[in-house]
């Protein structure tokens, strides 16, 4: 892993933290997602940009290269919809989704839970973004997750982010390349 990435200093609270192995681990796992996942090929069709397919490689990827004794266990699109706390904090009928959670399952509290991460390909639309905003902000503020990361992938610059708050945002511009950090919800 590049130690020397000004991306894997964002949010270093310690130098072992499980954050910043974490936060290491994804970002080689991003660098690292290929072609194929990355631009899905289709017969007589030009290559799109699938959601899915992206997040099925990066969750192979980020197991691949989290350490064995890392304390969290991630999980992809764990439906919290039947959750009693999730119910009590968010209010009943919500179907919080997030695409990855990083957390200690069947433990409450902050030490849980430590990032939850929304992916959207970059030209989708502001309002899809926003609500995995939303969504990202309610993790942290009503279920006590300590970070937030919002994943953008594809080569069309995203638009601007609003009220990032304490929320990372990432944008993977093309299959090989180190994601680049938001700043004040602007890449550039």
């Known amino acids: 892993m590049n130690k020397e990435n000004p991306i894997a200093l964002v ?3 310690t130098p072992n933290s499980d954050w910043n192995r974490f936060h290491d681990a994804l970002l080689e796992a991003i660098k690292n997602i290929g072609a194929p996942y990355f631009r899905v090929t289709r017969e007589m069709a030009d290559p799109i940009g699938r959601e899915r397919a992206y997040c099925y490689e990066l969750y192979y990827r980020l197991r691949d290269y989290l350490p064995g004794d890392f304390a969290y266990t991630l999980h992809g699109e764990i439906d919290k919809a039947g959750h009693a706390h ?3 904090m968010l209010g009943l009928g919500k179907r919080p989704n997030p695409d990855f959670v990083v957390h200690k399952p069947s433990h409450g509290g902050a030490e849980a839970n430590l ?3 929304e992916v959207k390909l970059s030209e989708t639309g502001i309002k899809p973004i926003r609500r995995d905003l939303r969504k990202i ?5 009503r279920l006590g997750y300590q970070h937030g990361i919002m994943l953008l992938f594809g080569s069309q ?4 982010l609003p009220r990032l708050g304490q929320i990372e945002a990432l944008w993977h511009r093309a299959d090989g390349e180190e994601p680049i950090p938001s700043k004040y919800g602007r890449f550039s």
């Open 137 to 141: 902000r309610r993790f942290m503020t």
């Open 157 to 160: 610059n995203p638009a601007d």
């Open 11 to 13: 949010n270093r609270p």
């Open 86 to 88: 999730v119910i009590q």
């Open 115 to 117: 990032a939850v991460i």
